[in-house]
């Protein structure tokens, strides 16, 4: 989990839309409809090779319970940090844990 609350401050300065497409699945309308039908007591266990545990979105549930119960570094025993928290600069580059530099657009942010 997160232990740095400062990551989820500007979480909603992020325009999520182009990649969560809730109005073409009706997701709004749906919710309205069955405002209880959000995953309340769904446990789901995902197998994956990058799962970022500190992105606004996996923090809490509706109810304000915890949405990631527990991570396991499955790429190599733990040879991965996962508890760095990378920032990105002035140049809106973030550099990764290589040195490589990843350019950020804004245009994924509502400025």
């Known amino acids: 989990m997160v232990e740095d609350k400062s990551v989820l401050k500007n979480q909603d300065k ?12 009706q997701q709004p309308e749906f919710l309205e409809s069955y405002p ?3 995953g309340r007591g769904v446990v789901i266990a995902i197998i994956d090779s990058c799962i970022d545990v500190s992105l606004p979105g996996l923090q809490k549930t509706s109810t304000g319970d915890p949405k ?21 600069d ?13 350019k950020v657009s804004l245009k994924l942010f509502k400025i």
């Open 68 to 88: 990631i119960i527990d991570c396991f570094d499955l790429t190599g025993n733990g040879n991965v940090d996962t508890s760095k928290i990378k920032k990105l």
């Open 90 to 102: 002035n140049n809106n580059f973030l550099i990764g844990l290589t040195g490589r530099q990843l």
């Open 14 to 25: 992020i325009n999520w839309e182009p990649y969560i497409a809730k109005t073409p699945t």
């Open 36 to 38: 209880n039908f959000d």
